[in-house]
Nanobody, 117 residues
């Protein structure tokens, strides 16, 4: 069994920054990819960013490109999400997602990010 635990969320003013972390523990096999999703109130969960472990390629949704950066520490099975120039529309519950091996998917419990003055 694999557990993912997120940290670093909270309340921030527009234009501010937050850094999310997601650490995996348990029976961790080869990690294929790490990613972040978010779900705003009344909306569906949406993909935000991913990183492929084998080559460190990164991918971003259009709404966060240029403002958010995904990175990883594979030795610690941890993924980070640096969020800069935050906007009120970034307010959501953020979830980390790991793909292990060819098809095993694991999700974190979610962490609240609120951008408000």
């Amino acid at each position: 069994q694999v557990q993912l635990v997120e940290s670093g969320g909270g309340l921030v003013q527009p234009g501010g920054s937050l850094r999310l972390s997601c650490a995996a523990s348990g029976s961790i096999e080869t990690i294929y990819s790490m990613g972040w999703y978010r779900q705003a109130p009344g909306k569906q969960r949406e993909w935000v960013a991913s990183i492929i472990v084998s080559n460190n390629d990164t991918y971003y949704g259009d709404s966060v490109k240029g403002r958010f950066t995904i990175s990883r520490d594979n030795a610690k099975s941890t993924v980070f999400f640096q969020m800069n120039v935050l906007k009120p529309e970034d307010t959501a519950v953020y979830y980390c997602r790991f793909q292990l091996g060819t098809s095993s998917i694991y999700w974190g419990q979610g962490i609240q990010v609120t951008v408000s003055s």
